[in-house]
Each structure stands twice: as C-alpha cells, then as structure tokens.
C-alpha cells in the first residue's frame, strides 16, 4: 500500500507541476487556465491522499467549479487572443530575474524541506465533518464570521466599482 | 502477488457497468425523445428502422462514430478536443456513489452528495472550453451563456440539496435513503416539496435542458457551445447531456423519492421505474414550455429560486433544532 | 467566562455605523441626510463609546480575542482616528455625490476590521480581520473624480494597491502555513512558548518571518514599500489620510503582539532590525528627492516604519510601549498633515512643494499647524514626534542593537531636511502664479489648531498616554 501511495503521491506532484508551468507559460490566457485547473485539481489529489475528503471535494467544487468558471468568464469577456498585449515574450532580462527569484525562494524553502525535515505525525486520521463544523463554529467562530464580512466588502466593493446607474437614475 | 483488493475490483466492475448503461441509455433517450416530441407536434416520430423505430438511434450512433472529425480554422486543437473528454469523463465519476439498491453501490463514501456537486461542475468547464476554443461566435456566445446560467443555477440546486442533508444529517446518499420508508408519504418529499421543486427547476438549468437551453438554442446560435463539433466530438458532448439528466433524476429519487423504497418490487426496480418518471418528466417540459429568454432565465434564478431556497433552508435549520430540543 | 456585550461596545458601536451606511447606500439617497452630514457626530461619539470599554479585560470567542490594555488603547486610538479621517474626508471635492455611502461605509468598515485586529490573538482571526480592512481600501482608493471622470491615477492606484496586497498575502498565508506544520498551533499564547531559534526550528522561522511579511505590507516597511508613495499619491488627498494613518496602527499592533515572540539575538529579530534599518534609510533618501507633498509623505512613512522597528526588536516591556506609542505620535502627526494638505488643496489636486509657497500669508493658521506637523515628523521638541523617537531610544539602547539606535539617529539628521522643506516653502517662498486657494473656513482652522494642540500638548505631557502604552507593554511582557 505504501508504494502505491508513493506512486500516486508522484502523480500528483507531475499535475501539480505541470499545471502550473502551463499556467504560467502558456502564451494563451485560456490555456494558463487549464493549467491552473490542473494545478488545482492535482492539489485536490493531495487532500484526498492526506484522508481529508472533505477538503478535496470543496477544493473541487469551490476553486474548479466557481472560481475557475468566473475568471474564465472574465477571459472571455476581454480579448483574450494569443495575439494580445500580454502574448509577447518578456525580455530576456527579466525572465532571469524571475528565475533566480523562484530559485531563490525555492532553494531556500527546498534546502529546508530536505535537511530539516518534521516529523511526521503518522498516517492521516480523517476528520469528519462534524469535526470540521464544531471547529469551525467554536474556537475559530470569529473566524469564521469574518469570512463572511470579507466577503460582503469584496460584493459591495465591486459593485461600488464597477456598477454604474442607468442615466440619471 | 497479492490479490487485487476487493474495493478496487468492486470499483473497476462498477465502473465498466456505467460505461455501458450510460451508452444504453443515451440510445434509449434519443428514441424516446424523439417519440415524445413526435407526439406532442402529432407525428410518429422515428417509425422506419426496426419495430416502431427502435433501431434508429443505433444506426444514428453508427453514423456519428463513421464521421470525419473536423477542427475549424484558427481553433485551438488542445483545448478543442479536450473539451468534450472533459465533458464525457466526470460525468463516470457522477455515477459511483449512486446508491441504485440496498448495497448496491460503486463506491461507499459518506459524502457522496459532495463528490456529485463537485464533479458536475466540471461540466461548465467542458462548456467554456468548447464554446471558446472553437473561434466561432456561436459557440462563445453559447459559452458565455452557459456560465452566466450554470454559476447561477449552481446556487439554488446545491442549497435545495443542503435543506435533505440537513434533515438526514448526513452527506451520504445511501444513508438518506435508508432513513426514508417504503409509501410515498415517508419520502423527503413529504416534509420538503419546496426544496424538492426548486431542486427539479435548478436541475434543468444544470443540466442545459429546455425550457433553459440558452447556451445550446438551436434556433438562436445555430447550436450554441457544440456548433463547430462533429462525429464522436459532438456524441460525447451528447451522451454526456444525458448521464447528467440521469445523474441528477437519480440524487432526485434518492434524496426526495425514497430511492430504492417501494413496496413488492425489488429495491433497483423502483430505482430505475423512479428515475425513468423524472427523466420522462424532463422530455415531456422540453416539448411543451417554451424557451424563456435570457434575462427571465436569469430573474427566475436570482429574485425567485435563490431566496426561496435560502428561505427554505433556513427553516429547515430552525425545525432540525428546534426536533432536537424537544 | 461570561460573554459581556460592554466589553466589545466599540466594535459593536462601528457595526451599527456600518449597518446604517449600508442601508443607506442601497437608497438614492434623496429622503435621508447625505453622509457626509450626520457621520463625522457618530463617529465622534464613537471616542466615548470607545472609553466605556477602556478597561475590558478578557478573553472571548474560544480564546482568539483578547481584550487587554493594548487592544483598548488601539480601539480608543483607531475611533479617534476614524473621527478626524471621516471629518476630513466630510469636504471632500473629488468624491461623486451618490457613492457617498458608500465611501463612508467602507472606511467605517475598514476602522472595524483594524479594531477587531486590535484584539486578535489568533493568526487566522488576525488575517482575516487584516483583511477586512484592506479589502475596504482596495474599494476605496480609485474612487476619485477630477474633471467629471474617473481619475486614471487613482484608478492606477488601486490596481498597485490590489497586486501588492495580493503577494503580500499570499505570501503570508504562505507562510502561516509553515508556523502551523511545525508548531502546530495557530494562537499566539502558544506560540510564544516554542522555539523560535532557526537551530530549533528553521522551518517555523521562515514561516514567520513570511508571515510578517504580511503586516510589513501593511506597514510600508523596506522592501514591501513600493506601493505607499504611488498609492499616496494616486488616491484623493482625503483618501490618503487614511491609508496613511489608521491601518498602519493595525499593523503595529498586530507586530507588538507577534514582537512577544521575539527574543533579542534571534535571527528574526535582527532580521527586523536590518530591515528596519535599511526602511529609514531608504525612505529618508527617496523623500528627499520628492516634489509631490504625498510622495514625501508615502516615503515617509517608510522610514517612520523603520523607527517602529526600533521598539520592536528590544524584547522588553519598554521597547513595547514605545513603538505603541511612537504608533500614535506617527496617527497624530500624519492626520495634522493630512488634514492641512485636504485644506490647502480644495479643488482636490496633488498638491507640489510649490503649491505651498506663501501659505503663511494665504491661510497663516494653516501654515503654522504644518509647521508643527513637520517638527513633529523630524522629531523636535516640544512635540508628540520628539517624544515618541525619545521612548523609542532610550528603550532600545543597550539591548543589543544600538547599531540600530544609531541609524535612527543619523537618519533624524537627514528627515530635517525634507520636513523643514516644507516649511520653507510655506514661509519663505513667495506665492507663483498657479496656487491652490487655502480653505480658511472655521471648520478648516479648527481641526487644524486642535490637531496641532493634540501634536503639542502630547510632546509637552505625555506621562499619561505613555502610562496607558507602558501598562499595556507590560501585560504582553511581563
């Protein structure tokens, strides 16, 4: 069983990667997004691998099915072709920048990751939702009810934006 | 070498079963579509090719399978052809938690309702990538359409289904089922009809069906998100239409009508008579309502649907705790 | 423990406001009072609302909230704030009429979100509520209109605004992440008790130290600053008053709650204090080079972001109170500048250094309380700003960074400069052709002589307020 969850931990890791050099090199924003979608859905993979079902399904439904779906449509909604401004290849300086920023970040983190590793707590207990809702609702009730503030200043916030009233009305 | 573990072998059988009752059943669909509608417009519909026209829909498949497969210029060719595999694919994983009889069930996970929802949205995505990657306005309009409509139809759908799992107290759909009795009058139905309409209304704008099939209108945009497909690239988009009808008439029947319940029959007998009633409902509202326009479709979701079902939920809550005080 | 609504009134207070406005922006406004009318009362009752609750103590909400001396003193800090910045904002050219409401409503609520964090002992409450607050700016910032249209750089000004706190936060949950694998807890109370050596514990170091990055965003610190003088200088006068003054109390105060966690001689810690460091320097040299009166308060604020650094890095009780304090000559000091720059500028330009020649003969009260707030900045005596820099060395000499103490005087040296600037140019300069008429209305001298006697007669007395900031120092360190 241990081999098999190395094999699929692999798997994951391979969609997880890449996805997210589509995402970030893809010359079509489309695409960038299908690779997003990929990451995510290979991030989905590793809650289902740590026994936290929960977790991947939402990870599903809300990042895939909602979040992906509204940028998609905000794609759609701007020219999104391959032959757009954000099309064009970066200057090579910049593309070296970049690289020894990720290296950098991704060294430091990957060194860490390597030679100080934690202990692992053993195999993943699942928590149920039941679990999930009393934490939710209890110690992190604050929380959780500042989630909901966030998300009304986000709405009122674009719609004070974007929103403009039919003529004089 | 260790024998291959019983839940896999038990996944794997399932799995090959609904591949083949999702393509037996898109077979008998389009037959009785195509009779129904015949019917309501009085005609025969489909009466040449074998007994009442019953061949039809096979010679039809052969002929879809035989077509050339073509990609308009200036497509995307990754994305146009992944469209309708992402389409097609989810729709197997849809079926897995589907509880047909006492048991009988691919796979037994306690939040199977969650793993249905999740899944399901993967179908907008199809839609999206269809619509855009075939560089066609029909089909990016018809795209456009489908997300204003599946994001909002989303919320009510899920919602209605939220009001059952909170009275069941459970995200498993065997074990609301079983908590649900043999008569009529002990299904969900009883104590939750208003979650059990908006769930059937949202259900049809899930799933793209008329009288909310705006991102497909044929008489509009030609044929919406799948103009440009043909042969199997247009059959998968096809079947996947009808695994959704069926997967969403089965979470009906399992959340609202007793799933296998049902007195002297066998449990998947009534499952199937069960869901083959809604799925009839469901040919017989596309052929007699009207298309509505788009900015209805999205009033009736938005000012009617939505606070209906929050409504509902949020009564449902005050009941469940007000039976577990008392 | 019984959950007492006195206890919060504050926050509970601002909710009611933000209740009201809420309702009121769903409205066209025509059958209620506009505003910008009836607000700026509310909110200055909110200041006593906000001192019944003065000395609240405990713990709500499963262990994630705390009211302590610090978290009221902040609150009573913010509701002060929130009054002077929604007074100032009250006359506001460049705001249109119908999103009034609106305006109002996600300052209120952008006050609401740093008061809840004032309390926050919990890293995912303290997050969100961070959120809150910036959110409300993001909505906030482009809303200036020049000429009938949207103003394109206020509009510039809230994308930069968005993308930096879109890093700044993924960096931090990012790094929350980190902390919470390797120490397993995500309240602050338990996290001072772990090792936070990079020996011990290299990975919850790197966490933390990304997480910090975070509220280093918030704060404008070297070298997540590249958003404050765009910002300052995109977004309205009113506007910027402020982003410039109450979320950095919001970020102080979340940084002397995580400083509980720092000893002195740990990585992090001089990590801080370099980075303190560099954020004078830096900042002090830009602003020297600025003609725009809000780009040299954005860099500013940097180099006033490292002075706070000072107090932080100390590990004592003392270091604490100084940096709260020096938090609050930094609010009282950046309103009064504010204020007179919204009055000066009242058709709602960008005001230039040039713009303020021969202020002292156009709007001489407002002149002089600019010539305070520029004594104060630099850090002379008898002002707020004097004193809090004066708490802030003593308290951090001989802890082990006096190199640090050092660089924040040398950089004072370089501050006179650009801040008596400003007072050149008000005093000795005489007027061009193309200056901004002053607003030298009663409510215009008002605010400003009060702001400055604030600015004066905290720098002339300020044993009790700095009381308040050593008793709250001492209850996070005892």
């Keep these: ?169 | 070498m260790n024998a291959i573990p019983a839940e896999l072998l038990r996944i794997i059988i399932g799995l090959v079963a609904i591949a083949v009752s999702v393509g037996l059943i898109g077979l008998v669909m389009v037959w009785v579509e195509r009779k129904v509608a015949g019917h309501i417009q009085r005609r025969p519909g489909p009466y040449e090719v074998g007994p009442n026209g019953l061949i039809q829909p096979l010679c039809d498949a052969l002929k879809l399978v035989g077509k050339q497969l073509f990609m308009p210029k200036g497509a995307d060719p990754i994305l146009f052809w992944l469209a309708p595999v992402l389409a097609f694919l989810p729709v197997l994983l849809l079926f897995l938690p589907l509880p047909v009889g006492d048991g009988l069930q691919t796979l037994d996970v306690n939040l199977g309702l969650l793993l249905i929802l999740a899944f399901s949205g993967l179908a907008v995505l199809s839609v999206l990538l269809a619509g855009w990657a075939s560089n066609n306005k029909y089909g990016l309009l018809g795209a456009a359409r489908g997300v204003a409509q599946a994001v909002a139809y989303e919320i009510p759908l899920l919602l209605s289904v939220l009001a059952v799992s909170f009275v069941a107290g459970s995200l498993d759909l065997a074990h609301v089922v079983k908590l649900q009795g043999t008569w009529p009058w002990n299904w969900n139905i009883m104590t939750q009809p208003l979650a059990f309409l908006i769930y059937i209304v949202s259900a049809l704008g899930e799933t793209n069906r008329a009288p909310f099939d705006l991102p497909e209108a044929e008489s509009e945009l030609t044929a919406g998100f799948h103009t440009e497909y043909s042969g199997m690239g247009f059959g998968l988009f096809f079947l996947a239409e009808y695994a959704n009808m069926v997967v969403v008439c089965s979470v009906a029947t399992a959340l609202f009508l007793g799933g296998w319940h049902g007195p002297v029959l066998p449990g998947p007998v009534w499952f199937v008579l069960k869901v083959s009633a809604l799925m009839l409902l469901m040919v017989f509202v596309r052929w007699t309502y009207p298309r509505v326009r788009f900015d209805q479709l999205l009033v009736i979701n938005w000012k009617w649907l939505l606070p209906l079902a929050v409504a509902n939920l949020l009564l449902t809550a005050f009941f469940v705790k007000l039976a577990q005080f008392a | 423990m019984v959950f007492n609504p006195i206890q919060i009134v504050p926050e509970l207070y601002q909710l009611l406001l933000i209740l009201a406005l809420f309702f009121q922006s769903l409205g066209d406004g025509s059958e209620t009072p506009p505003a910008e009318r009836w607000l700026p009362f509310f909110a200055g009752f909110g200041i006593f609302v906000a001192i019944v609750s003065w000395g609240a103590e405990g713990l709500l909400f499963g262990g994630a909230y705390k009211l302590d001396a610090l978290s009221q003193f902040m609150k009573l800090a913010i509701s002060a704030g929130f009054y002077v910045t929604v007074l100032n904002a009250s006359r506001q050219p460049s705001l249109e009429e119908r999103k009034r409401p609106d305006y109002f409503m996600f300052l209120a609520l952008s006050a609401w979100g740093l008061m809840i964090l004032s309390s926050a002992v919990e890293l995912i409450t303290i997050y969100l509520a961070l959120e809150i607050s910036s959110y409300s700016l993001y909505a906030v910032i482009p809303l200036r209109n020049t000429g009938g249209k949207g103003d394109p750089r206020a509009a510039e000004a809230g994308i930069k605004y968005i993308l930096f706190g879109a890093v700044a936060t993924a960096m931090a949950l990012y790094g929350f992440s980190y902390i919470l694998a390797s120490q397993h807890t995500s309240y602050i109370s338990q996290l001072a008790q772990c090792n936070w050596t990079w020996d011990g514990a290299p990975m919850a170091v790197v966490g933390l130290s990304l997480f910090l990055g975070g509220m280093f965003y918030k704060l404008a610190l070297f070298p997540f600053h590249f958003w404050c003088p765009d910002v300052y200088q995109g977004a309205s006068n009113e506007t910027a008053g402020f982003v410039a003054t109450l979320p950095k109390l919001g970020a102080v105060v979340v940084l002397v709650r995580l400083a509980t966690l720092l000893k002195p001689g740990l990585e992090i810690t001089t990590l801080l204090a370099v980075l303190g460091a560099l954020s004078m320097t830096y900042g002090n040299l830009c602003a020297l080079a600025q003609k725009d009166l809000k780009r040299l308060l954005g860099f500013s604020s940097v180099a006033h972001a490292g002075y706070i650094m000072v107090g932080l890095v100390s590990g004592t009780a003392m270091g604490l109170s100084a940096a709260v304090f020096y938090a609050l000559a930094y609010l009282v000091m950046n309103l009064l500048c504010f204020w007179v720059i919204s009055r000066v500028a009242s058709d709602g330009r960008n005001l230039q250094l040039d713009d303020l020649n021969g202020l002292y003969k156009r709007a001489p009260a407002l002149a002089f309380a600019l010539g305070v707030g520029a004594f104060a900045l630099v850090g002379l005596p008898p002002t707020i700003g004097f004193m809090g820099k004066f708490f802030l060395i003593t308290s951090a000499w001989d802890h082990g960074y006096n190199w640090l103490v050092i660089t924040l005087v040398v950089n004072s040296a370089i501050a006179i400069y650009y801040y008596l600037g400003l007072v050149r140019h008000a005093y000795t300069h005489e007027a061009g052709a193309d200056v901004p008429t002053p607003d030298n209305s009663a409510f215009s001298v008002a605010g400003a002589s009060i702001l400055a006697a604030v600015v004066l007669v905290l720098g002339l007395l300020p044993s009790r307020v700095f009381d308040f900031a050593i008793l709250a120092g001492k209850q996070l360190l005892p």
Excluded at chain 1, 49 to 76: E, R, S, T
Excluded at chain 1, 120 to 132: D, M
Aim: glycine share 12%.
């Design chain 1, 1 to 169: 069983m241990e081999n098999m969850a190395k094999i699929v931990f692999g798997f994951y890791t391979l969609i997880i990667l890449g996805g997210s050099l589509v995402a970030v090199g893809a010359k079509s924003l489309v695409r960038a997004m299908v690779g997003l979608i990929a990451t995510l859905l290979g991030v989905a993979g590793m809650y289902m691998l740590l026994n936290a079902q929960f977790m991947a399904l939402m990870q599903i439904l809300i990042y895939v099915g909602a979040v992906c779906v509204l940028i998609f449509f905000a794609i759609m909604l701007t020219r999104a072709d391959a032959g757009g401004e954000e099309a064009a290849s970066a200057p090579l300086r910049q593309n070296l920048l970049a690289l020894t920023a990720v290296l950098s970040v991704g060294g430091i983190l990957g060194w860490l990751v390597l030679t100080r590793p934690l202990a692992t707590t053993g195999v993943p207990v699942e928590v149920s939702i039941e679990k999930l809702g009393l934490g939710l609702l209890g110690p992190y009730g604050l929380a959780f009810e500042l989630i909901s503030v966030v998300l009304l200043v986000s709405m009122a916030g674009a719609v004070l934006l974007a929103w403009e009233r039919r003529n004089g009305k």
